[in-house]
């Protein structure tokens, strides 16, 4: 995955830019979440990008059309919603789930492997088809187990109170 997000998103090795321009250099390390799924952290070199000075320069500018672009964008990636509901909708939706396969109750998304995706309709002027309609229960499920992902392991309070090893309370950062 991380040398296929090289070549095709970043460009590295490759004729044309990258997503973000020339990639002149990169750092990245993939790491585990307390429930073994895996992220990466990376560093990338983007050559005749702006200087850190240069970012906060036009960040800082209210009338900057950098800091309206900047602002959109961070809004449009990064939201805390589930598909399907709110929070306790999602919770009071989780079922009770067995240990394994043959054990009692259905199996918790996170101990099986994703269904496949269904085949595209190729009709060019298509009738809701059995193939469109195994494509739309096939999205319903996948946004119920993304959601039942989410909950089970993507959730977290960023305030809990914690103590430090002389017993002294301070807030900090903690996973559920």
């Not at 040398?3 to 044309?16: A, I």
């Not at 970012?55 to 961070?74: A, E, G, H």
Request: glycine share 10%.
């Amino acid at each position: 995955m991380v040398e296929l997000f090289l070549k095709h998103v970043l460009g590295v090795g490759q004729q044309q830019l990258g997503l973000y321009g020339k990639t002149s250099g990169y750092y990245g390390t993939v790491e585990q979440q307390g429930r073994l799924t895996l992220h990466l952290h990376m560093l990338v070199w983007i050559r005749n990008s702006l200087t850190p000075q240069e970012i906060r320069n036009n960040i800082l500018d209210p009338s900057s059309d950098f800091q309206t672009k900047m602002v959109q964008y961070l809004e449009s990636v990064h939201q805390g919603e589930f598909m399907n509901g709110t929070e306790p909708e999602i919770e009071a939706s989780i079922p009770e789930y067995g240990t394994s396969p043959g054990g009692s109750g259905p199996v918790p998304p996170t101990r099986v492997l994703p269904e496949t995706v269904p085949r595209r309709c190729t009709k060019t002027k298509c009738a809701n088809c059995a193939v469109c309609q195994q494509a739309d229960t096939w999205w319903e499920r996948f946004r119920v187990t993304v959601d039942q992902l989410l909950w089970l392991s993507n959730r977290h309070s960023c305030r809990r109170v914690m103590t430090d090893s002389t017993g002294k309370k301070k807030l900090g950062l903690m996973g559920r």
